[in-house]
């Protein structure tokens, strides 16, 4: 039995590899590909005619870049195509969304405690305000804020005074919310202005969020 290689011998894409009886080694071709002995796995290289006898020579791809570049065998070279760039870049907002959504699930500190922010705490802190506005009373069985240690914020005795500080805390909530849509918009801006996959690659999406 012998290895063998098959290639496009225009362009040196290897397409296959295997083994055969020796007396079978040239009919591994056909179509137009070219074989020469030795495996070579697909993806693993290139073949180039070399000599005078242009002998079928294996090359070993140089490291790939990152993973957007794409090789070309007419340059023998790793290459970037503007879709490869608008990949690189998708794949950059992707993280991107990541740090944003996991930066505004952060609790925020409101008078010296930590409250919870995230999507159902915050609807919450709403309902406590319309709750109050339109039906002049608190929810049922309220026994005040809760912090996310588990404890609860005193009672202020007050309608007048709950109202005011379920507001203060919305407010508190959603200003820390305004600032992160801000920075993530920015990261985006940021992102969008780079030209190159090694720029996008090494642009760093968890700067700037507040803890």
């Known amino acids: 039995m012998i290895d063998f290689t098959v290639f496009n011998p225009a362009t040196g894409h290897i397409l296959w590899s295997g083994q055969c009886n020796d007396g079978d080694l040239g009919d591994q071709g056909g179509g137009g590909n070219a074989v020469m002995e030795g495996a070579h796995p697909y993806g693993s290289g290139w073949i180039e005619y070399v000599g005078i006898d242009e002998v079928p020579t294996f090359y070993d791809f ?3 870049p990152s993973e957007f570049h794409e090789w070309s065998y007419t340059a023998k070279a790793w290459e970037i195509s503007s879709s490869q760039i608008t990949a690189a870049r998708a794949k950059k907002l992707f993280d ?7 930066s505004r699930d952060v609790p925020f500190a ?18 406590v305000v319309s709750q109050i506005e339109n039906v002049g009373l608190m929810p049922d069985e309220w026994a005040g804020w809760r912090t996310t240690d588990g404890t609860r914020l005193a009672a202020l005795g ?31 801006d940021a992102i969008a202005a780079l030209t190159t996959v090694s720029a996008i690659a090494a642009y760093d999406v968890t700067t700037g969020w507040p803890s």
């Open 96 to 102: 991107l969304g990541l740090a944003y959504a996991s």
């Open 110 to 127: 409101y008078s010296g405690n930590s409250l919870s922010s995230s999507d159902l705490a915050i609807d919450g802190i709403r309902c």
């Open 62 to 64: 140089p490291a790939r």
């Open 158 to 188: 007050t309608l007048e005074g709950e109202l005011a500080r379920a507001k203060s805390i919305l407010v508190s909530a959603e200003s820390r919310r305004a600032k992160l849509l801000s920075l993530f918009w920015n990261h985006c």
